[in-house]
């Protein structure tokens, strides 16, 4: 599996977009980009995926460079339940395991 | 609400102990997945089981061992419990397709004393 490198943290105002960058350069091209978060000692809960197109749900949108090397997970309107940490992975679908790196722990300040 | 289940939620034993942790996947879900969260090491991959059968094993234990019986549910066996085993023990699901996106379940938080 690709390795990912996000930033370990970043704040964000309550109300405003949150932008979480994900760098994955040595992506293969059958390998989906997947976001999930966790907040406190919870379970991580899934986000998003994507695989080329720019993807967008009830819960955030994704962006991904056309080169695929990097993402950014964009949610629209932070909210303090949005402070956890946010995990970027890639991974080949029925590959068997995710790898979780470090993550970026989002605080979404009043 | 993922749709995964794992109990119990909280398992405080001894060293030395077996104990037993249960999955039960997402309605329709195949693959079963356990990943092991300590302090230190942030979440690891151990071990998935794919409609019964092993699929793909991690950073596993030789004192750990798991199973996925024919109704799909999973358990987790841990033997020999050292104090280092504590962590949160987490069981996804995935039901196959294009993405196969795995669901977690809540966890079980194991303390070993």
């Known amino acids: 599996d690709a390795k990912t490198t996000q930033p370990p943290s970043m704040d964000c105002a309550e109300g405003r977009a949150a932008n979480l960058p994900c760098n994955h350069s040595t992506i293969s091209g059958n390998e989906y980009v997947y976001w999930y978060r966790q907040i406190h000692s919870q379970g991580p809960q899934y986000i998003i995926h994507g695989l080329k197109n720019n993807e967008t749900n009830e819960m955030a949108s994704l962006i991904i460079t056309e080169d695929r090397k990097s993402s950014t997970l964009i949610l629209p309107h932070a909210t303090l339940r949005d402070t956890a940490v946010y995990y970027c992975?890639?991974?080949?679908?029925?590959?068997?395991?995710?790898?979780f790196g470090d993550g970026t722990t989002l605080t979404v300040k009043p | 609400d993922s749709g995964v289940t794992q109990t119990p939620k909280h398992l405080i034993t001894a060293t030395g102990q077996r104990v037993t942790l249960r999955c039960s996947p997402r309605s329709g879900d195949l693959s079963v997945y356990w990943y092991q969260q300590s302090l230190d090491q942030g979440l690891q991959f151990l071990i998935q089981?794919?409609?019964?059968?092993?699929?793909a094993k991690g950073n596993i234990l030789e004192r750990f061992s798991a199973q996925q019986f024919p109704d799909l549910h999973s358990e987790l066996n841990l033997s020999s419990l050292e104090l280092g085993d504590s962590a949160l023990y987490f069981c996804?699901?995935?039901?196959?397709?294009?993405?196969?996106?795995?669901?977690f379940g809540p966890g079980t938080r194991l303390t070993v004393l």
């Open positions: 996804a699901s995935s039901g196959g397709g294009l993405a196969d996106t795995q669901y």
């Open positions: 992975i890639v991974r080949v679908a029925g590959a068997g395991k995710s790898t």
């Open positions: 089981y794919y409609n019964g059968e092993e699929r």
